[in-house]
């Protein structure tokens, strides 16, 4: 934010998809490796471009590299191997203090015995910024956060989600070209949670800047990125738009983190079809060693309801989880090869625990790749 021009850059409409014209850092990673020790390896050659302006978020489970990759985009950790370059300038041996990036960590690091205004303020007071222009850009980025009417108010005093705010606050008051965020939304209930990331997204939408968020929550990460990086064991494992990952994963450890729960071995594939643990699905699928069917794209009727076509198979019901607006059930399918169908509950009538059904697979809901 660069004083009043920034505060009339970010009025206006406040929709989500609406974007600023300002344009953030982009960043590329070359070759990025970081050991720990011999046999401790966080980071295995990591390449990735990410444009100026984009919501990237760097998935994956605990322990797979995700924190150190942004901790050494940061400057707070040195890569054993690899350049980092930020805007397009080699910063590999460039110390923290001196990139034009800025953290919001986890823990949100607030100094309880100084009030909001002082901790929004603290990184600009360091840098040396007048007093009169401190103040003015810390009022800017509090009514912009919607925080103004804290500014008074003693951080100890204040909830999780607004000590989340002042946490961004002190961030964006810097005017950061990249914001790098470590899953801080990961100690908030699962309401106020839900609320800040669409807050999160339109804040980056209207500011233009290059966001790097990491979580290892899968529908946060489809829920705010433009893209998404899938990591495991210091590997990117894909890299593409939220949808991707979900829709077409690129191998089953992708498949499985994205929660995708019918996975089956192909036993034999040819031109017309495949066969798997529950029977034959006819059509012209890709070659591949696995199938996933996602579950949202089958219907399940009574069994009487069923025809004699391919792709609809007998089952029995199993389980049944009821979701709001969806109903999940565990069918038992075949030789008794279980199989996840999440089926729409407005107008519908539920399948009650041990019917017999018919399931049928649209085959636009299989995805075939190699483990």
Same mark, same amino acid.
């Given at each position: 934010m660069k004083g009043q021009a920034t505060t009339a850059s970010i009025g206006g409409d406040d929709t989500v998809d609406q974007r600023s014209s300002r344009q953030g850092s982009s960043i590329q990673l070359h070759g990025v490796t970081k050991r720990f020790a011999a046999d401790a390896i966080a980071l295995r050659g990591i390449n990735l471009n990410i444009p100026g302006g984009e919501f990237f978020t760097l998935l994956g489970p605990s322990g797979c590299g995700k924190t150190t990759l942004l901790r050494i985009i940061a400057g707070l950790?040195? #890569?054993?191997?690899?350049?980092?370059?930020?805007?397009? %300038? =080699?910063?590999?041996?460039? =110390?923290?203090?001196?990139?034009?990036?800025?953290?919001? *960590?986890?823990?949100? $690091?607030?100094?309880? +015995?100084?009030?909001?205004?002082?901790?929004?303020?603290?990184?600009?007071k360091m840098r040396g910024v007048n007093k009169s222009e401190i103040k003015?850009?810390? $009022?800017?980025?509090?009514? *912009?956060?919607?925080?103004?009417?804290?500014?008074?108010?003693?951080?100890?005093?204040?909830?999780g989600g607004q000590r989340q705010r002042i946490a961004l606050a002190r961030a964006l008051v810097n005017e950061p070209d990249v914001l790098l965020l470590d899953e801080p939304l990961s100690a908030l209930d699962a309401g106020l949670r839900g609320e800040l990331q669409v807050e999160l997204l339109r804040i980056q939408r209207r500011l233009g800047m290059t966001f790097i968020f990491v979580?290892?929550?899968?529908?946060?990460? /489809?829920? /705010? %990125? !433009?893209?998404? #990086?899938?990591?495991?064991?210091?590997?990117?494992?894909?890299?593409? =738009?939220?949808?991707?990952?979900?829709?077409? @994963?690129?191998?089953?450890?992708?498949?499985?983190? /994205?929660? +995708?729960?019918?996975?089956?071995?192909?036993? $034999?594939? !040819? &031109?017309?079809?495949?066969?798997?643990? *529950?029977?034959?699905?006819?059509? !012209?699928?890709?070659?591949?060693? +696995?199938?996933?069917?996602? @579950?949202?794209? /089958?219907?399940? &009727?009574?069994?009487?309801? &069923?025809? %004699?076509?391919?792709?609809? *198979?007998? &089952?029995?019901?199993?389980?049944?989880?009821?979701r709001g607006h969806v109903a999940e059930y565990t069918l038992v399918v075949g030789d008794g090869t279980e199989i996840v169908v999440t089926a729409n509950n407005i107008g519908q009538p539920m399948m009650e625990v041990g019917s017999e059904v018919a399931v049928t697979v649209e085959t636009s809901g299989v995805v075939t790749f190699d483990a």
């Open positions: 950790e040195n #890569a054993t191997d690899g350049e980092v370059e930020i805007g397009g %300038s =080699p910063v590999t041996d460039v =110390p923290a203090h001196k990139r034009n990036v800025n953290t919001v *960590f986890q823990s949100y $690091a607030l100094f309880n +015995h100084l009030n909001v205004a002082e901790n929004i303020g603290f990184g600009l003015k850009r810390v $009022a800017e980025t509090a009514e *912009f956060i919607k925080i103004d009417e804290l500014l008074g108010r003693r951080v100890d005093q204040l909830s979580t290892h929550d899968q529908q946060e990460a /489809m829920v /705010m %990125s !433009d893209r998404v #990086a899938v990591l495991d064991d210091g590997r990117i494992q894909q890299v593409g =738009p939220p949808q991707d990952p979900y829709e077409h @994963p690129e191998n089953l450890f992708v498949a499985r983190f /994205m929660g +995708h729960q019918n996975l089956f071995e192909i036993k $034999a594939q !040819d &031109a017309e079809g495949l066969e798997t643990s *529950f029977g034959r699905l006819s059509g !012209d699928f890709e070659r591949g060693s +696995h199938v996933l069917i996602r @579950p949202e794209t /089958m219907t399940v &009727a009574a069994a009487e309801q &069923a025809e %004699s076509a391919p792709n609809v *198979f007998a &089952a029995s019901v199993r389980e049944r989880l009821y």
